[in-house]
């Protein structure tokens, strides 16, 4: 898969953190780990599983999936020591996928303590042939890749693993690796047509599957997922939004105490959400900053002062700095400058900003799970890397501040369920991700006020298309990108030349991957001719066609 090379310079970073396992990120902002606690609010025991993460593409899923069932769940790489792991306080381990073959020499092992702590272990594919490999069983390379589709048969339909399933069930299966013998003690559940051990377990609780349950391709995955968190490791399913919201509110209160907190207000999001739930736990000693770069479309900073300030009552800075950025902009034309430019003058006002207010203790940020795993994968040796991480900033180690990342541990679905859970008006939490250099990555070429105002209106026809025809909430992103194309048109009489406008709309769970929207031809339609005859200067519309990978979703 290709890497981009695009960088972020939302305020955001957690990718200027240099870090070798996850759990030491969650120990350097101190006391905000979501499962360190001995007890959850309401006293209930804490459970987690832990997933053994050995590089695959797909091991944030696992633990995605084991959330939906109401499971607090966490990636830890391979290597972390038990003493970074005991905190979580595992119910059970799963292996994940990976990218080496269990037989290599130097192939990255289960550390002893997955074995040794008696708690159930589910290997996933790389993870299944680790075990094997292991405890003494024999893996090989396999005479051919196994990928795609299977139909798994299962042989004892007792097993606590497959509670409600029928005796076969579709599967994706994705692995070189061939289990040629189990090791001693353990027995085939299930087979496929190739896979004769592609599901296996012994009577201490360790359990292997040759394919991916995680995926969608695997439609009944997540009940052997739910099967293994509550029938085997015996978990209850206490991780709630209720009690995250709840929990996050009494840490940041006893970690903030009487300081002062500043918050970049993007409009997006997770800055939203953050800003909320700070603001739940502490009030007035929170103040959003919220810097107008002149890169924001129609209407965006009138719905976001109203929102904050009007409904929920929030301090907020709101600075126009409009003329500085545009001023900054001036024939910068290479996309990763214009990031650069809009990273570092964001920067600037915002520290003014911030000196104004007095003593700031803390700044607030919306950094997500797969941020942070995405920083700490980057510095592992196990992943194959895919991107590089959007989020470079510098802000606090300039600024001296303690960060304060409540939803350092939430998926983005999580994070919109929590603005739900704390009131948050449905349009907002709604809201289609906008990259922090708003505008000025989907103008190509130089960004001037003129091609702004062109922008602005497109897009606002294309957004209101979109909501009127009820797809919003389905699509990922929808937007309108200005090109620096010009071609030759017709209208009324006269011949015109002007700008061609792409439209872009794809679907996608993380933005990792995306695939190109099919939208219904009389919405293109409706999208199409109100932009060439409602903006002036553009004759010309036509619709990308292309997924993520080969292409990125933004142009720029
Ligand atoms: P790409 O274009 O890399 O984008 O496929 C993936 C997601 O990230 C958003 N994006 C950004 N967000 N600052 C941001 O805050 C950025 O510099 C930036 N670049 C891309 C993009 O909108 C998409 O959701």
């Known amino acids: 898969m290709k890497e981009t090379t695009k960088t972020d310079h939302r305020v955001a970073t957690s990718g200027d953190i240099e870090v070798s396992t996850y759990l030491e990120i969650a120990k350097e902002i101190g006391g905000e780990h979501p499962a360190v606690a001995e007890k959850a609010v309401g006293g209930e025991e804490r459970e987690a599983i832990v997933v053994i993460d050995f590089g695959s593409q797909y091991s944030l899923l696992i633990a995605r999936r084991i959330r939906e069932c109401q499971v607090y769940c966490e990636l830890v790489p391979y290597d972390a020591p038990w003493e970074k792991v005991a905190p979580l306080k595992p119910r059970g381990f799963i292996l994940s996928g990976g990218p080496a073959g269990a037989y290599e020499p130097g192939a990255p092992l289960a550390p002893a303590y997955i074995y040794e702590s008696g708690l159930p ?49 579709p599967v994706w299966m994705s692995h070189g690796d061939q289990i040629e013998e189990m090791p001693p003690g353990f027995r085939a559940l299930a087979y496929t047509e190739n896979s004769p051990f592609a599901v296996m377990g012994n009577d201490k609780g360790i359990f292997g599957l040759q394919f991916h349950p995680e995926v969608a391709h695997t439609p009944q995955g997540k009940t052997i997922l739910r099967n293994f968190a509550y ?43 953050v800003a909320t739930l700070i603001h739940r736990a502490i009030g007035d000693q929170l103040t959003c900053i919220y810097v ?34 545009l001023r900054r902009l001036e024939g910068v034309t290479e996309p990763e400058t214009k990031r650069k430019v809009i990273g570092e003058e964001f920067i600037q006002v915002f520290e003014e900003e911030a000196n104004k207010i007095g003593k700031v203790d803390f700044l607030a940020q919306g950094t997500l799970y ?13 992943s194959a890397k895919i991107k590089t991480h959007h989020n470079v900033g510098g802000l606090p180690a300039k600024m001296r501040l303690t960060l304060i990342e409540p939803l350092r541990y939430l998926f983005k679905d999580e994070v919109r369920q929590v603005g ?105 339609s409706r999208i199409s001719n109100r932009i060439v005859n409602e903006v002036p200067g553009v004759n010309r519309v036509v619709y990308d066609i292309t997924s993520k990978p080969p292409s990125t979703i933004e142009w720029e």
């Open 292 to 325: 107008n770069n002149g890169l924001l479309r129609r209407e965006e900073v009138e719905r976001t002062f109203n929102v904050f300030r009007l409904n929920m009552g929030m301090n907020i800075v709101y600075v126009d700095a409009t003329e500085r950025f």
């Open 121 to 169: 272990v589910l290997g996933i594919c790389y993870g299944m042939a680790i075990i094997a490999h292991q405890l003494g069983g024999k893996v090989s390379p396999g005479t051919k890749r196994e990928y795609g589709h299977a139909v798994l048969h299962l042989s004892d339909i007792d097993s606590p693993l497959f509670d409600g399933l029928e005796d076969s069930l």
């Open 231 to 273: 029938g085997i490791c015996g978990c209850q399913g206490n991780w709630t939004i209720g009690n995250f919201i709840e929990e996050s509110v009494s840490r940041i209160r006893e970690q903030v105490g009487d300081g002062k907190v500043i918050n970049a207000l993007s409009g997006g999001v997770d800055s939203a959400v």
């Open 370 to 382: 797969p941020d942070v795993i995405e920083s700490a994968a980057s510095g592992s040796t196990a």
């Open 420 to 524: 739900l859970g704390l009131g948050m008006p449905e349009e907002m939490v709604w809201r289609q991700p906008f990259p922090g250099p708003g505008l000025a990555i989907r103008i190509i070429g130089e960004v001037t006020k003129e091609k702004l105002e062109i922008l602005r209106s497109a897009d606002f026809i294309v957004m209101n298309e979109i909501k009127k025809a009820k797809l919003y909430r389905q699509l990922w992103q929808t937007f309108a990108v200005l090109t620096d194309v010009k071609s030759v048109g017709v209208m009324g009489d006269y011949r015109t030349y002007g700008y061609l406008v792409a439209l872009r709309a794809v679907t996608s769970e993380d933005a990792m991957t995306a695939d190109w929207a099919r939208l219904p031809y009389d919405v293109l």
